[in-house]
Structures are given as structure tokens and as C-alpha cells.
């Protein structure tokens, strides 16, 4: 198995709903990443977590919020979401972390928010 | 300030001739660089890196120069085909982090 996947594939939300994004990895991968990227422009980070432990995140506004359970599986938690959040949400993983570390996409979440 | 830039936002090449998409950094102290190619409704696909102790590094059709001393690196791909056509993205990191500083892009789109 050498893919991440994403799930959903599509999201329409409204402001107050509550939502979760699901990315899970079986490579044995110990480093994953979410990324947000907006129409024509390039992925920005936002969390990485390394070992299972957050160790970047990009001053991402609190509504969004990253869980990793295990080291396969990597979450984040939407709340209170405004419409310009409405991107493309990759998440990503490579095999141990690092500068010097390939990192693998998922196919992304579209997010619309209403 | 963008750090990673690519200023060609589109390329056309003719099937079986050369592509060559180029990349411009700011920041001397990024020591590896990778190239992700990216189709509509698709995530980044990994396709070549290359570690500031080399200056090329080949993989079948693909190839990737850096020059250090210009903070310039290119993608060379030979013969290039149609299902080459996609959005290239050059991307950067610095001395050990897990961050990832992105090009905005080039469109390449290879004619039959």
C-alpha cells in the first residue's frame, strides 16, 4: 500500500457546523502533514506531526483543530469555519520527518463553505 | 515574500522535444529541493529531489539541475509527452524542517 487517502473527497459546510477531515496512511509513515491550498495558488502548511506529536503549526486559527490517534491516521477537526476557508485540504506523510524526508500526498478534501 | 519562485505560469512543448521548467529561491540556507507534479482534483505527486550537495540528479525522462551559486534550479524533462501536461510545482526546505516552502506553480502542456 503505497497511497495517503482522504475522506471525504467533497465537503459543504455551513458556519456553525461541526466537521472532521480523515487521512490515514498504511506506508508506516511516522511523519504526517496537513497543507490548505486555494484556487491558482501553491499548498501552504499547517500542522505536522511528528511521532504522533504536533511539532509545527503554522499559526492556524483555533477552528481548525489536528488530532493524530495513532501514526496512521490524522484528523482535523473543523468548527465555526469561515467562507473563505473554502480550499483544497491535503494531507501528507513521509517516513520520518525531517528537511531531507519525500513527503506523499492525498488526493485532498474540497471544502466549500456556506 | 515568496522565497520559492517560479515565473513562468505556463509552458507548451511539442510531444518527444524538451520541456524545461525553471525555479528561482531566495533563501541560501534551503538545502533540499523536490519536484511535485499536480493534475485537477488530484494531490501532489512526488517526481524528483535533489540535495544542495549535488548539482543533478536523473530519474528516467526526468532530470533536476541546481545551481547553488544562481539559487536556480531546473526540471529537464526528455522526450516529453501528452500525459505530462499538468501544474509542476517546485518546492523547498531548510535545514532539517518538515516545512515545505512552495512555487506557485508552472502549467506545462505537452501538444501531440
Known amino acids: 500500500d503505497t497511497e495517503v487517502t482522504q475522506t471525504p473527497k467533497h465537503l459543504v459546510m455551513g458556519m456553525t457546523n461541526k466537521k472532521s477531515l480523515k487521512c490515514e496512511q498504511h506506508?508506516?509513515?511516522?511523519?504526517m502533514y496537513w497543507y490548505k491550498q486555494k484556487a491558482k495558488k501553491p499548498p501552504e502548511l499547517m500542522f505536522v506531526y511528528s511521532y504522533e506529536k504536533l511539532s509545527i503549526n503554522e499559526s492556524v486559527p483555533s477552528r481548525f483543530s489536528p488530532e493524530c490517534p495513532n501514526s496512521s491516521l490524522l484528523n482535523l477537526h473543523l468548527h465555526a469555519l469561515q467562507p473563505e476557508d473554502s480550499a483544497l485540504y491535503l494531507c501528507a506523510s513521509s517516513p520520518k520527518g525531517g528537511g531531507t524526508d519525500t513527503q506523499y500526498f492525498g488526493p485532498g478534501t474540497r471544502l466549500t463553505v456556506l | 515574500d515568496q522565497q520559492v519562485k517560479q515565473n513562468s505560469p505556463s509552458l507548451s512543448v511539442q510531444e518527444g522535444r524538451i520541456s524545461i521548467l525553471n525555479c528561482d529561491y531566495t533563501n541560501s540556507m534551503f538545502d533540499y529541493f523536490l519536484w511535485y507534479k499536480k493534475y485537477p482534483a488530484e494531490g501532489p505527486t512526488f517526481l524528483i529531489s535533489i540535495s544542495s550537495i549535488k548539482d543533478k540528479n536523473e530519474d528516467g525522462r526526468f532530470t533536476v539541475f541546481l545551481n547553488k551559486s544562481a539559487k536556480h534550479l531546473s526540471l529537464h524533462i526528455v522526450p516529453s509527452q501528452p500525459g505530462d501536461s499538468a501544474v509542476y510545482f517546485c518546492?523547498?526546505?531548510?535545514?532539517?524542517?518538515?516545512?515545505?516552502?512552495f512555487g506557485k506553480g508552472t502549467k506545462l502542456t505537452v501538444n501531440p
Open positions: 506506508m508506516g509513515h511516522r511523519a
Open positions: 518546492a523547498a526546505s531548510l535545514g532539517g524542517s518538515e516545512k515545505l516552502v
